[in-house]
């Protein structure tokens, strides 16, 4: 018997895909229950085609949630240059634009959105530095990779710092994911 994807991940790239897997892993999600779409290789920025594509993934996610088996739909995607607000408002533009009605406030729709990359939450979880979001860091693709697989079980251990002591856009991450 196939098992039925309830958890969608939209992201775009591999290793913010892995994070947000081991987050639903961590939570007693079986990998079969999840469908992960990654934004293809070598056509272009990956931040452009999960903005291009959230509408009609959601739109897809949205009819398949009225069958009661669907439970989450997570985009992933970093707001680099723009604040995480601005990167959001981007993504619910997308939606309006393509005619695809606004997130209602509780809905199980998720916009997770780091700064500059997954890769300073994966070193803040990790325990490696504070805050890295003053601006884009090089990463080795494979370490960055390790490293949000590590973190994304442990995304939801922040919480335990002391306030104010993570990126402020992991703190913006928080209510996304009690969507889900």
């Known amino acids: 018997m196939a098992t039925t994807a309830r958890y969608w991940i939209l992201a775009e790239d591999v290793a913010g895909a892995r994070m947000i897997e081991q987050w639903l892993k961590s939570r007693s999600v079986d990998m079969r229950e999840i469908k992960t779409i990654i934004a293809p290789k070598g ?4 931040k452009q085609w999960v903005t291009a594509n959230v509408a009609d993934h959601l739109r897809a996610f949205r009819a398949k949630k009225a069958s009661h088996l669907i439970k989450g739909f997570i985009a992933m995607t ?17 939606l309006v634009t393509r005619r695809v009605a606004p997130r209602p406030p509780n809905a199980p729709e998720a916009f997770i959105i780091p700064k500059w990359e997954h890769e300073t939450w994966a070193r803040h979880i990790n ?7 003053a601006g884009p860091v ?3 693709r494979q370490r960055a990779l390790d490293e949000a697989v590590a973190a994304g079980g442990r995304l939801h251990t922040h919480r335990q710092d002391a306030p104010g002591c993570c990126p402020p856009s992991l703190q913006a991450a928080d209510a996304e994911l009690r969507r889900i």
Do not use: F, K, N
């Open 138 to 140: 090089r990463w080795e």
């Open 43 to 46: 056509q272009g920025s990956g």
């Open 78 to 94: 970093d707001a680099d240059e723009l604040s995480v607000q601005q990167r959001r408002q981007q993504l619910e533009d997308a």
């Open 127 to 133: 325990h490696q530095t504070q805050e890295l979001e």
